[in-house]
């Protein structure tokens, strides 16, 4: 935007909020700067329409349930799925990988506050043994796909406006964990104003507006801005393995999930585990008027949640757990600024730090304003043939979220351990274990000795002297 800042003044005046400027004569150059900065990047006219559309109109009752169905998905192996089209499609999926069509994607824009951690979430250490961060087990991973298909894979990664600088600066100093820069793009997603019940913009300070990340569905338009999908589209790059930055279980590189992808012609694929209970705090893949969606675990009531089927199965048992597959063509036509057609806004009642009418800082007891933020999956009603595979919770999915108890480093640390001790057990190794599976002895697994059980059973067999698995053992 190259309007005066007078120009800029009387537009926010004319969509009433000529507040934010309130204190302007008694900013120094550098404020004015910081303000001036906040307000370019506000769209007026699209906080128009979601302060008229979405403000007033939140779940449960914004949400329609009307001829809601479980969505269908292609059951795993282990659990009675058929073998040879699982092949087939690791096969489409290794072939892609070695024609260098796959890029990785990690949404990583959140700190480690609610783990008692000062810094951005990536750089938090996740490993039994070694305490690697969660970037570092990232880039292990693929490096040891660049290594089986050789091939380099880009990986891009998605920070916010307080972790941007910070989180390149780990990389920096770790060399980029073995990685080479060039394959690594750092861009942060967009923000969005706060605003009071109103629709009246906050001010986080006299000189800065109250803005919030929109959303990891907000990394859409994020690929597009930043330039990433124009870069991945002169690579050759056709899917994008999409994930979060706090789960150090996940799969970053799957063949098969990327061969059932790329075999559909999918605008979007995701994952989905089995509910391991019905209130389960995930939300539910669902079919809807022919369209795939996913419905909020607060949005869908307890008795839907419960229903069951013929066979005493939950009905809507598809979990989803932000891991997909997406097209380029499909990032580039959701979240290129001329699309038809954009993801929703939802919005967030929240405690938001503000000030007063005389600039004085306010932090509310009680929420006081609506954050505005968009969901990844919301783009899955206007992907062309979605598909849903089945995933392994113990393979796949352990995120680090809280401190302590569930979904924790101290529970995730133990299903990483649980899941080297089945490799190894699978590879002919006698590793006492309890009840869970998890054995007397802490022990770690790079990703570059072994990152599935197939690998591992090769590597370990092929190794002259097998070591001894005890306390501290890392094998690398």
Request: hydrophobic residues 40%.
């Amino acid at each position: 935007m190259k309007e005066s800042i007078e120009s800029i003044k009387e537009l926010f005046e004319k969509a009433g909020q000529g507040h934010v400027f309130q204190h302007w004569s008694q900013l120094n150059e550098a404020e004015r700067s910081r303000l001036k900065e906040d307000v370019r990047s506000i769209d007026l006219v699209e906080l128009r329409d979601l302060v008229d559309h979405v403000m007033g109109t939140e779940h449960p009752e914004g949400v329609s349930l009307e001829g809601l169905e479980p969505a269908p998905f292609i059951a795993h192996p282990a659990n009675g799925g058929n073998e040879s089209l699982w092949e087939e499609a690791r096969e489409i999926g290794e072939e892609a990988l070695r024609a260098g069509k796959v890029a990785a994607f990690t949404v990583a824009g959140g700190q480690g506050t609610r783990l008692g951690y000062d810094g951005p979430k990536g750089t938090f250490p996740v490993t039994p043994v070694s305490e690697k961060t969660l970037f570092e087990v990232f880039a292990a991973k693929i490096r040891a796909a660049e290594i089986r298909y050789e091939v380099r894979i880009p990986w891009l990664i998605m920070t916010s406006t307080l972790n941007h600088e910070a989180t390149r600066e780990a990389f920096e100093k770790a060399g980029f964990f073995g990685l080479n820069r060039e394959q690594v793009m750092f861009f942060s997603q967009g923000r969005m104003p706060a605003v009071d019940f109103e629709g009246k913009i906050l001010m986080e300070s006299p000189f800065s507006v109250a803005m919030t990340p929109d959303g990891h569905g907000g990394s859409l338009r994020a690929l597009v801005r930043s330039g990433a999908i124009e870069k991945m589209k002169a690579l050759g790059i056709e899917a994008i393995s999409y994930f979060q930055v706090d789960n150090p279980l996940v799969q970053v590189i799957d063949p098969a999930f990327i061969g059932f992808h790329l075999e559909s012609e999918s605008g979007m694929s995701s994952k989905m585990i089995p509910k391991a209970y019905a209130g389960e705090k995930v939300g539910h893949f669902c079919v809807q008027e022919d369209h795939m969606c996913v419905v909020e675990y607060s949005d869908m009531p307890m008795s839907m949640q419960e229903e069951q089927d013929d066979a005493g199965n939950l009905r809507f048992i598809a979990g989803s757990i932000a891991i997909h597959i997406l097209d380029v063509d499909f990032v580039e036509e959701l979240g290129g600024s001329s699309s038809e057609v954009a993801l929703p806004f939802h919005r967030a009642v929240k405690k938001i730090k503000t000030i007063d009418s005389q600039g004085n800082p306010v932090s509310p007891v009680e929420p006081n304003g609506v954050k505005f933020e968009m969901f990844v999956f919301d783009a899955l009603p206007f992907a062309r043939n979605p598909v849903v595979i089945e995933t392994l919770r113990e393979d796949d999915f352990s995120p680090v979220k809280n401190a302590t108890g569930v979904d924790s480093a101290d529970s995730s640390k133990a299903d990483q351990i649980r899941q080297w001790t089945r490799w190894l057990k699978a590879a002919g190794v006698n590793l006492e274990t309890d009840e869970t599976g998890l054995p007397d002895v802490v022990f770690e697994v790079s990703p570059l000795f072994a990152d599935s059980e197939s690998a591992f059973s090769k590597r370990w067999l092929a190794l002259p002297e097998k070591p001894t698995i005890t306390e501290g053992t890392i094998l690398l």
